[in-house]
């Protein structure tokens, strides 16, 4: 990772606003126990079909979507679709959230281990690690 | 479909498909053409192991988390090192967010085009 992205983490808020060092030295956060019960096929199955409808569906002109929902809709395929589509960006709203916390947690427990923008984790390519702390 | 679906599609997204007051049954998109997804196995490597990642780190408190992390930065054999695991993390949500917008112009292209057809009528929203 770059510097860069060290430099500009997502911030930690305290009320809308980004947290003082002392409001983040004092944030606690409790374990959050998550099962992710799909497999890499099931998840494939599941979702990646949807996004490869998403992207047939924006690279038709007008014309062309009708002519492709007037074909499904007799099939009675269309509300599964749609609801594929629902239901996989719901799932992507919610795996955002999800890294997006581990992301913060994560920054607020580097920042706790001593590194900073100023002094960022070892880099892979910074070579062989060394005490950066 | 359930019905709270069925709501008109948020106006962020109705850019992509012009509805106005005085053409209510207008529809103008381009398409988007380009928008490559990669095979199944693809996007599961590419994707999966930081979910998995993330859910791991979000099972720690505070001070198991630094545990993590010590380790994490401690172990020098790793492929990935600390900051790389950092930055998959966020490369994957912006991965997520940009498919989130794709799944969102899909859906409002094609409720705009169920709505130009008569196949589906948007409910009022409450005052």
């Not at chain 1, 947290?19 to 944030?27: L, S």
């Not at chain 1, 395929?77 to 960006?89: N, Y």
């Not at chain 2, 209510?24 to 998109?29: N, R, T």
């Not at chain 2, 398409?31 to 791991?56: C, D, F, Q, Y």
Request: aromatic letters at 4%; a neutral charge.
């Amino acid at each position: 990772m770059s510097v860069q992205h060290f430099r500009r983490p997502m911030l930690a808020t305290v009320r809308g606003k980004p947290a003082t060092q002392a409001e983040r030295d004092a944030i606690a956060f409790k374990p959050i126990p998550i099962n992710l019960q799909w497999s890499d096929e099931e998840w494939e199955r599941g979702h990646l079909v949807s996004v490869r409808v998403a992207a047939e569906i924006v690279a038709r002109t007008p014309a062309r979507l009708q002519d492709a929902i007037s074909k499904l809709a007799p099939t009675g395929h269309l509300h599964e679709t749609l609801d594929g589509l629902i239901g996989t960006k719901e799932h992507l709203e919610s795996m955002i959230r999800l890294l997006e916390t581990a992301i913060v947690r994560s920054f607020l427990v580097l920042e706790r281990l001593g590194y900073s923008p100023d002094n960022p984790p070892p880099d892979s390519r910074d070579g062989p690690i060394g005490g950066a702390a | 479909m359930s019905t709270r679906h069925r709501r008109r599609p948020k106006a962020s997204t109705a850019k992509s498909h012009a509805t106005t007051q005085t053409k209510p049954h207008a529809l103008a998109f381009e398409p988007i053409t380009g928008v490559t997804i990669g095979s199944n196995e693809e996007g599961a490597i590419a994707h999966l192991p930081w979910l998995r990642m993330a859910v791991k780190l979000l099972e720690d408190n505070p001070e198991e988390l630094k545990q993590s992390w010590e380790r994490l930065i401690g172990i020098a054999e790793m492929g990935e090192k600390a900051l790389d695991v950092i930055v998959n993390l966020i490369l994957c949500r912006k991965d997520f967010e940009g498919l989130g917008e794709l799944l969102d112009m899909a859906l409002a292209r094609s409720l705009a085009t169920l709505e130009h057809m008569g196949l589906w009528v948007p409910e009022k929203s409450p005052a």
